[in-house]
C-alpha cells in the first residue's frame, strides 16, 4: 500500500523573492513535510496566512487506501476549511 508523508505547497513573500534573486532557477513553491496529518493541520492556519495565493495545497495518503488524496484549504470565519478535494 503506498503510505507517504503529508505535505502541504505554498508560495509565501521569502519564497518568491529567493525565486527572483535566483534568476528563475529556483521554484516559488516551497513543500513542508509533516511526520503525520495531526502536526500538518496543526500548522495549517499559519500556512494559509503566509500563503500569498489561495488555496493552500495538501497532498496525503488515506489509510487503508491506494494512491495521493488532495485538499485545497483556505479560511473561512477564522478557520481553515476544505474547498476542493479527491484523489489525484
Not at 527572483?20 to 513535510?33: A, M
Not at 503525520?36 to 499559519?46: A, D, P, S
Request: net charge positive; aromatic share 12%; charged share 30%.
Amino acid at each position: 500500500m503506498a503510505n507517504f508523508k503529508p505535505q502541504v505547497t505554498v508560495i509565501t513573500k521569502e519564497t518568491v523573492r529567493e525565486s527572483r534573486n535566483s534568476y528563475g532557477k529556483k521554484s516559488q513553491y516551497q513543500t513542508i513535510r509533516y511526520k503525520n496529518y495531526r502536526e500538518l493541520k496543526k500548522n495549517l492556519k499559519k500556512h494559509i496566512e503566509e500563503n500569498i495565493e489561495l488555496p493552500v495545497y495538501v497532498i496525503r495518503s488515506k489509510r487503508g487506501q491506494w494512491g495521493e488524496y488532495f485538499e485545497h484549504w483556505q479560511m473561512s470565519n477564522g478557520k481553515p476549511v476544505i474547498v476542493k478535494e479527491g484523489w489525484c
